[in-house]
């Protein structure tokens, strides 16, 4: 199979495709041949599609899903340093929800982002569980109380915290998943080397990503930490076998509003 397409009327022999591949496999263009992948190479192909998003002459088209080719209209996703800036700054941690469900549709217009999140070679090893049941979502919470009994008395670096998140638990609230309507599990292949990295990134846009939806999140660090060991909240997840739950993140549409951007460290860099 030809991995890249390349229009002989619209190439302009301008070099950029030979240039940006990360893989130094497009041998460029001269005045008798197009840019081409030879079959040698091919194999090296990341699929990253550098070499079709930076043709300026639309020229070039990656023969990998072809169809699946995505406009980008002028001027689209421009974002002005100062909104970038507020827009990230004002970024919170959301951990009171409402009762509301967030639409399969919306749900799924967040996810679809963290597919054009960075991965190690372009692996795009992550995939998603959604929990939208309350009552599993307060099974999990439940389920990562039960894991955290079994690190007391233990050196696990929990363990201080435990005895008072039990507590609250008992005296019937829940600190674990915040009565959230949703978490959000990142599954890995087992043997992946860069992917849990990958899941947080893919995991980070999602994060990023949900307030411009006017959702809310969560990391859910005690119940990630619960399902990477704990079996009974492994099952309960239902990770497919040959996978493990890389992190997890809690959801729903936020109760409360936030009217100012909180205190945080200073900067601390070493220019060398
Ligand atoms: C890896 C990670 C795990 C976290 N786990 C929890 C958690 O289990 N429960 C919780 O309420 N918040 C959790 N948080 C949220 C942090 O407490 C929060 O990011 C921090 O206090 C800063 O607040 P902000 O996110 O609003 O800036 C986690 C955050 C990260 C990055
Ligand atoms: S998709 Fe990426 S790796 Fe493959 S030829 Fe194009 S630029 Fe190179
Ligand atoms: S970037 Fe486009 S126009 Fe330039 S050489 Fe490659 S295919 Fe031709």
Redesign the pocket.
């Known amino acids: 199979m030809t991995t890249i397409l390349v229009d002989n009327d619209l190439c302009t022999r301008c070099g950029i495709c030979s240039d940006v591949c990360p893989m130094a496999i497009v041998t460029p263009a001269d005045e008798n041949t197009l840019p081409a992948i030879n079959d040698t190479a091919a194999g090296m192909c990341i699929q990253c599609g550098h070499c079709e998003v930076s043709c300026p002459s639309q020229a070039l088209l990656l023969n990998v899903r072809p169809d699946e080719k995505i406009p980008l209209p002028a001027g689209a996703g421009i974002i002005s340093p100062e909104n970038i800036t507020f827009y990230l700054k004002k970024?919170?941690?959301v951990?009171e929800f409402s009762k509301k469900f967030v639409s399969k549709e919306k749900i799924l217009d967040i996810l679809e982002i963290s597919r054009y999140a960075a991965s190690g070679g372009n692996g795009q090893p992550v995939q998603w569980i959604v929990v939208s049941d309350p009552k599993k979502v307060k099974k999990i919470a439940g389920l990562t109380i039960e894991w955290m009994k079994t690190l007391l008395n233990s050196d696990h670096p929990m363990s201080n915290y435990i005895p008072v998140l039990i507590g609250a638990w008992v005296s019937g609230r829940d600190?674990?998943c915040?009565d959230a309507p949703h978490l959000l599990f990142a599954h890995i292949p087992e043997n992946n080397p860069s992917a849990s990295v990958d899941a947080i990134i893919a995991l980070t846009h999602v994060d990023v990503a949900a307030p411009a939806f006017n959702i809310g999140t969560?990391?859910?660090?005690?119940?990630?930490m619960a399902a990477l060991s704990y079996e009974p909240i492994q099952k309960e997840i239902g990770i497919p076998e040959g996978r493990k739950s890389a992190?997890a993140m809690m959801f729903g549409y936020p109760l409360y509003k936030t009217y100012g951007i909180?205190r945080r460290k200073p900067l601390e860099v070493i220019w060398n």
Request: some cysteine.
């Open positions: 970024r919170r941690s951990r600190v674990i915040r969560c990391w859910a660090g005690l119940v990630a992190y909180p």
